[in-house]
Structures are given as structure tokens and as C-alpha cells.
């Protein structure tokens, strides 16, 4: 089969089309005939030599695709062939074949095509396990995305909205910006790109509070005034970097912030404005094959796919790439440049 083959860590360029041997579906596996992939920021990440996961090379990259089941390993059960599947993979997502453990593989709603197939699992896992499980949003709260134009971001603005939340989508361009009030933000929010010096992000904590919507007074004790700021509820940041702080600063009382990814960098925040709000900052790491695993997940899985055929949650497709071309894919993605989600195509 064809597959895009990393063999040492490198920008996208170094990434090639190779000719390797089928993979062949082993006890309890699928294997599954591709037509779709999608690219992930993570792929950007392992690829670079910059995940925390070990991978062994020649590494396949591409963590989640979609096509036809195409034949089953012994003892596999609850697939047919030509079953129409996504999967969640730890790699050899960017490949014509995948074998893979049956509960990473999900049978798809008709209505799902196969490009939104690939592209949706990771976005819309992640958030439900980050607005759902972790930050219990509730309707009525107030919701901030960072980075709200890529993948992920489109996925938590579109999620919010489902949950009743008041979204504000920020994002480093207008065009991102523009897709993210498509996805149905209630308002936006332009930040700079670069490393945000001190001065720059007081000035966007200050903004942030201030597309806060005011909350209502409560006039109990002597933190009033913490109480009584704007803020937002629940904070989506898969930016971090010097971006990270600004945002946690604008927390409303007893507000959750959700760190997602570091797109940006590593950020160190001070915890001063977690203690004067009351309130909590949560690592979303669903990595844990029970937490992660579409078969190991049915009940987010069936209001996940509900959302998808109410239209309410659906993967924002900007651009499509042929397998040979996904190193250039991978780069728009290092450069910032790209804007919902970006497939690759086996067909
Ligand atoms: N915890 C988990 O399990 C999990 C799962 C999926 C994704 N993630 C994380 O969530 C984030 C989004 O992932 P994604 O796949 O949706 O990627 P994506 O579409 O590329 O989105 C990343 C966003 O980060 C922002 N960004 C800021 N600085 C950047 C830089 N130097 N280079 C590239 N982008 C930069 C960009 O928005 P602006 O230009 O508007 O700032 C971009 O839209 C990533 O940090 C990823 O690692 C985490």
C-alpha cells in the first residue's frame, strides 16, 4: 500500500510517500480501507519530536480516518465488511490500509460522509470530555474558545452553542474569526500572533473581560467586587503559550479553564487569579483507552453522532490534499495558516 512514512523527526518536508507492506488484521482488529484522513495538530507535534507519546520509526502518521471495513481479524465481532468506520488511532492514519483494535473503530451514521468522518471524532471527543465531563457547562454560562478558527476550537464553539452557552470566539485572523461566527459564536475576538509581550497581554486580559457579559451582583461578604467582575464561566484554550495567562486572568468567579494544548508553547501561568476567583484549572488528557476509545464511549458517542445529524456539530472542511501532498497539509498547520480542518484523501 501506499503510506506517508516519517523516519526520523523533521519539518513536513521530510515526510514521503512510500510503498509498504498491508498491514493485516490480527486477533480482535479491523482492518479498514481508508479513503479519508485527517490532519491533527498532533501529527505536527510527533512528527517534529515534539509529543510526549514514544514512537518507533518508520512512523506512519495520522491519528484518526475513515473508510470501509475490509476485512476482520480472528474473533473480531460487531463489524461486517463494508462497514462505512471511523477510527482513532495512535498513527498510520495517512496510509490506503490500517489495522486496528475493533473498539478504536465506530460504525458512522448514513448521513456522516466519509471526509466529515475523519475528521470528527478527535475534535468532538475532546471537547465533550472538556465542556461535558470536566467543566460541566451548563446553559446560560458564558464559554471562551481560544484559537477558535482550527479544528478543535470550531468543534468547542459548535459544541457551546448545543449546550446553551454563550460563546466568544477568539482567534489570531478575521478569516478564522469568520468561520468561527458561521459555527455560531455569539461574538469574536481578534488577538495578535507571536509571543505576547507583558504589556500585550494585560491588554488582552482586559479585552477578554470585557466581551465578557457583566454577571449579576451578589453582595455577600467581602470579595464582592471579584464576584461582581465580568468573566467568562468556562475557558477552551488549545493556544497556551503567552496567551494562556491573559485568559485565565479573565475567569469569572468560580470559573473552570481547560487546558487543551499548547499550540503556541508551553505556558507558565500564575495561580493568583485561580485562588481570588475560587476557581479551577483542568488538564484534558482523555488518553486513557476507556476515556478515548469511540467503542469504549457509546453514550458520548450517540449524542456526539445526534449533534452531527441535527447539524449542530459537523467538521468545518477548508482544504483537501492528496496522500502524496499531506507533508504540505501537515505544514499549513505548523504555519499557522490553517482554518477548520484539512483532509487527506486516499481516493
Ligand atoms: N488534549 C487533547 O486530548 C487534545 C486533542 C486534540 C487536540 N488537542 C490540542 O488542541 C489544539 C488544537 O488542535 P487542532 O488539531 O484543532 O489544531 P489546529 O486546527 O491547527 O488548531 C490550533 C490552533 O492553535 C492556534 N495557534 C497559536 N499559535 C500557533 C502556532 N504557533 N502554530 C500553530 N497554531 C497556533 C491557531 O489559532 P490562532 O492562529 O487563531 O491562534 C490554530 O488554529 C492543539 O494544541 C492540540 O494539540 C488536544
Given at each position: 500500500m501506499r503510506a506517508l512514512v516519517c523516519r526520523e523527526f523533521g519539518p513536513p518536508e521530510t515526510l514521503k510517500v512510500e510503498i509498504v507492506a498491508d498491514p493485516v488484521a490480527g486477533p480482535g482488529q479491523v482492518l479498514v480501507a481508508i479513503e479519508a484522513a485527517c490532519v491533527n495538530f498532533t501529527d505536527v507535534l510527533s512528527t517534529g519530536?515534539?509529543?510526549?507519546?514514544?514512537?518507533?520509526?518508520?512512523?506512519?502518521p495520522g491519528v484518526e480516518a475513515a473508510g470501509t471495513v475490509l476485512a476482520l481479524g480472528e474473533?473480531?465481532?460487531?463489524?461486517?465488511?463494508g462497514d462505512r468506520v471511523l477510527c482513532q488511532l495512535?498513527?498510520?492514519?495517512?496510509?490506503?490500509?490500517?489495522?486496528?483494535d475493533s473498539d478504536a473503530v465506530a460504525r458512522i451514521p448514513n448521513a456522516m460522509t466519509m471526509d466529515d468522518a475523519a475528521a470528527f471524532y478527535i475534535a468532538a471527543?475532546?471537547?465533550?470530555?472538556?465542556?461535558?465531563?470536566?467543566a460541566r457547562l451548563t446553559e446560560g454560562e458564558s464559554l471562551l474558545v481560544l484559537g477558535a478558527g482550527g479544528g478543535a476550537g470550531l468543534a468547542a464553539v459548535q459544541m457551546g452553542r448545543a449546550l446553551g452557552?454563550?460563546?466568544?470566539?477568539?482567534?489570531?485572523?478575521?478569516?478564522?474569526?469568520?468561520?468561527?461566527?458561521?459555527a455560531g459564536a455569539d461574538a469574536t475576538l481578534l488577538y495578535a500572533r507571536g509571543q505576547l509581550d507583558l504589556a500585550a497581554q494585560k491588554g488582552l486580559a482586559l479585552q477578554l473581560l470585557e466581551s465578557a457579559a457583566s454577571r449579576r451582583r451578589v453582595?455577600?461578604?467581602?470579595?464582592?467586587?471579584v464576584r461582581d467582575a465580568a468573566g467568562f464561566d468556562v475557558i477552551?484554550?488549545?493556544?497556551?503559550?503567552?496567551?494562556?495567562?491573559?485568559?485565565?486572568?479573565?475567569?469569572?468567579?468560580e470559573g473552570r479553564y481547560l487546558s487543551v494544548g499548547f499550540a503556541a508553547g508551553m505556558p507558565k501561568v500564575a495561580l493568583g487569579p485561580l485562588l481570588f476567583k475560587n476557581a479551577s484549572l483542568y488538564g484534558i488528557q482523555p488518553s486513557e483507552p476507556e476515556l478515548r476509545l469511540p467503542g469504549r464511549t457509546p453514550a458520548a458517542l450517540r449524542q456526539l453522532f445526534a449533534w452531527?445529524?441535527?447539524?449542530?456539530?459537523?467538521?468545518?472542511?477548508t482544504e483537501r490534499y492528496d496522500l502524496a501532498q499531506a507533508g504540505a497539509a501537515l505544514r499549513r498547520l505548523l504555519d499557522r495558516e490553517a482554518e477548520g480542518r484539512i483532509i487527506v484523501t486516499m481516493r
Open positions: 519530536g515534539r509529543s510526549q507519546l514514544a514512537r518507533d520509526f518508520p512512523m506512519i474473533g473480531t465481532t460487531g463489524f461486517a465488511l495512535m498513527c498510520g492514519g495517512f496510509a490506503e490500509l490500517v489495522a486496528v471527543f475532546t471537547t465533550w470530555h472538556a465542556l461535558v465531563t470536566r452557552a454563550r460563546v466568544v470566539a477568539a482567534a489570531s485572523s478575521e478569516s478564522k474569526l469568520a468561520l468561527a461566527r458561521d453582595t455577600i461578604g467581602t470579595i464582592n467586587a477552551y484554550d488549545g493556544v497556551g503559550g503567552s496567551y494562556a495567562e491573559p485568559a485565565i486572568r479573565a475567569l469569572a468567579w452531527y445529524e441535527q447539524g449542530l456539530l459537523h467538521p468545518i472542511i
